[in-house]
């Protein structure tokens, strides 16, 4: 038995080596991960501030309307919380969106905001599909110096789904004019490659469209040119496809469209009229019917890499929109109607009115794509490519969130100085320190050399969490305002008193006959229920005030969150440990007066603090006064 205990007492001590060992290791992780950061020079070795302390950016947003009404109260709120959603998504804490008025919007952001969050601020992010009427050469002088190109090269910057010019390459191009006019953009999703740029997801093989004619005469009900200033409608439009909903100052405007400088912050029209656009490259310009599936119902938009027919995974970018029940209805309805028709002209960038088997993906008034159908599309399910990845995790965290309900011009953009400063972050770190202080005070005239435990303790989790918090400021730019320095400042209160519940816990062993080796495994299983309580309560405290609460006391909430957390596992993987190996040592087993673990002393306390603001009291047995009765 004797010979058991010992192999037991053995292995205790050797895990908590090894426990230390790994908490070590740990944090050394975390040192690198930071001095990584630093060295790539997107990271700091301290924590980015909050708008209170170091200051920001303040921008004013004003409605713009395309009918020059006015704006309704609940538009402007439902514009703010989405601008609060996307901002939330970039990873930027402490920003504050407010109303001013009853017209503008006021985003203050702490630090210099990047490009991705200035335009997630003010892009409305509306996607809608609408099918494509006409087409033309967006940028006429960038055509100028191609008169001598094939047919095939031309049709390499008629339909491509790319965000940039350069993405049409001789491949494709040479592949598109192969093919029948249905399948010129459907092209892609059979073959992706690097270069290819949009496609919607469940189209069938290129081939399946063989049927589709093969000029684009046959699409333009009227025959008229493009170049005509003559084209006016037959008749009232039966439906969207139909190129009747193309009026003669329409068809006016899309022949003066330039696309190498088109009109600045266009905007995207009503949904049952036509509009003009550009491509998102400007190589081409359109005319487009009105909207058949709106941006509202996206359900949701994921951004990834797309899959290869084979399964593979490739390294072209894709956002992967799921559309409501209402819009894929919608979407299927669209897609019968279409695959009827034939094709965009893929030899050339120019299609005359008419209804055609392309629907354009329009985000903003600008084209993404204008791919055709072979086949119906039930499910519901799009695919837009032609971005880098970093593009298309942004595009997806706005169509996510949801389309503005109202465009917004930057009306003007300032910097704002911090509203506290230094000073008051001065004077919270002294107070952080003060309350240090005390606890370690407290701890040495209580515990006496067992406060080297709670020293430790501190430090180690005082090095986590600050390592922490710089990591979170590196990748997701989370920024420490007063707030969360109050939230720091209370932790030190309830880890100090977690310290008192399980040191008075094995004292309470130790004075019912117990060694201390058994009473620290004893107080240990005691504490611990009694941590993990207290401390649940906190953070469950946390989370509640994080979600409910103002950007205000999120940042409280936050780091109260954190350090409980981290409380934790400093007790488990440090505390414990720590004291299991100090219970060998022959100074504190002995039980000296100096240890903190003198067994006489503490059985002679009367008055003990428990933690958690309990005491425990000692009272002597009553002795009757001389003449009372028994």
């Not at 006021?106 to 809608?128: L, R, W």
């Amino acid at each position: 038995m004797a010979q058991r205990r010992r192999t037991q007492d053995v292995a205790r001590k050797d895990n908590a080596k090894r426990t230390l060992m790994w908490l070590f290791a740990f944090i050394i992780m975390l040192t690198g991960a930071l001095g990584y950061g630093v060295w790539k020079k997107d990271a700091s070795w301290t924590p980015a501030l909050g708008l209170d302390l170091e200051g920001g950016f303040q921008f004013i947003l004003s409605p713009r309307t395309t009918d020059g009404g006015s704006v309704s109260q609940q538009q402007l709120e439902e514009a703010r919380d989405i601008i609060v959603q996307r901002i939330d998504a970039q990873g930027t804490s402490g920003a504050e969106v407010t109303t001013q008025g009853s017209s503008n919007i006021v985003v203050a952001m702490p630090g210099v905001p990047t490009k991705e969050q200035q335009d997630a601020i003010a892009a409305s992010s509306q996607m809608q599909f609408r099918p494509v009427l006409a087409t033309d050469i967006g940028d006429p002088e960038a055509a100028q110096p191609q008169p001598s190109a094939s047919s095939s090269s031309g049709s390499g910057s008629s339909g491509s789904g790319s965000s940039s010019s350069s993405s049409s390459s001789a491949q494709p191009s040479a592949s598109r004019s192969s093919s029948t006019p249905a399948s010129r953009n459907q092209e892609r999703t059979a073959e992706p490659t690097p270069s290819s740029s949009g496609s919607e997801s469940g189209t069938s093989s290129p081939s399946s469209s063989a049927s589709a004619p093969s000029s684009s005469s046959t699409a333009a009900p009227t025959g008229t040119d493009p170049s005509a200033d003559s084209w006016k409608p037959t008749g009232e439009p039966t439906s969207a496809t139909d190129p009747n909903h193309i009026s003669t100052k329409l068809w006016r405007e899309f022949q003066d469209l330039n696309c190498a400088n088109p009109p600045e912050d266009q905007p995207v029209g009503k949904t049952d009229e036509a509009i003009v656009a550009c491509k998102d490259d400007g190589s081409l310009k359109y005319v487009l019917g009105p909207v058949v599936v709106a941006g509202t119902e996206i359900a949701d938009a994921e951004a990834g890499y797309r899959v290869g027919p084979q399964g593979q995974q490739t390294n072209e970018p894709e956002i992967q929109l799921t559309l409501t029940s209402k819009g894929r209805k919608e979407y299927g309805d669209v897609s019968k109607q279409m695959v009827k028709l034939p094709g965009l002209n893929p030899a050339s960038p120019t299609n005359p009115p008419g209804s055609y088997n392309a629907l354009a993906a329009v985000l903003d008034s600008k084209v993404l794509i204008d791919p055709g159908f072979n086949e119906a599309i039930p499910n519901g399910q799009a695919s837009i490519s032609g971005f880098s990845i970093d593009e298309a995790r942004s595009l997806a965290k706005s169509l996510k969130f949801g389309a503005l309900p109202l465009s917004f011009d930057v009306q003007s953009r300032q910097e704002i100085s911090p509203t506290l400063g230094s000073e008051q972050l001065r004077y919270g770190i002294i107070a952080g320190l003060i309350g240090l202080f005390v606890v370690l005070l407290y701890s040495l005239l209580q515990y006496r050399a067992l406060s080297v435990v709670v020293i430790g303790s501190m430090l180690v989790a005082f090095g986590i969490t600050y390592l922490a918090i710089a990591l979170l400021a590196w990748g997701y730019n989370y920024r420490l305002d007063m707030a969360g320095v109050t939230g720091l400042i209370i932790a030190i209160g309830v880890t100090a008193d977690s310290f008192i519940v399980y040191f008075e816990r094995v004292r309470d062993e130790l004075r019912e006959g117990r060694n201390l080796r058994a009473a620290v495994e004893a107080g240990w299983a005691r504490a611990k229920g009694t941590i993990l309580v207290a401390d649940g309560v906190n953070l469950i405290a946390a989370v509640v005030l994080y979600v409910l609460a103002s950007s205000g006391v999120r940042g409280f909430a936050f780091t109260l969150g954190l350090t409980t957390l981290i409380d934790l596992a400093i007790f488990w993987l440090f505390t414990h440990p720590l004291l299991t190996i100090l219970a060998r040592n022959k100074f504190f087993a002995s039980g000296h007066k100096w240890s903190g673990f003198d067994v006489d002393t503490l059985r002679e306390a009367k008055v003990r603090y428990k933690g958690r603001g309990n005491f425990d009291i000692d009272n002597p047995v009553a002795v009757p006064a001389e003449g009372s009765a028994r």
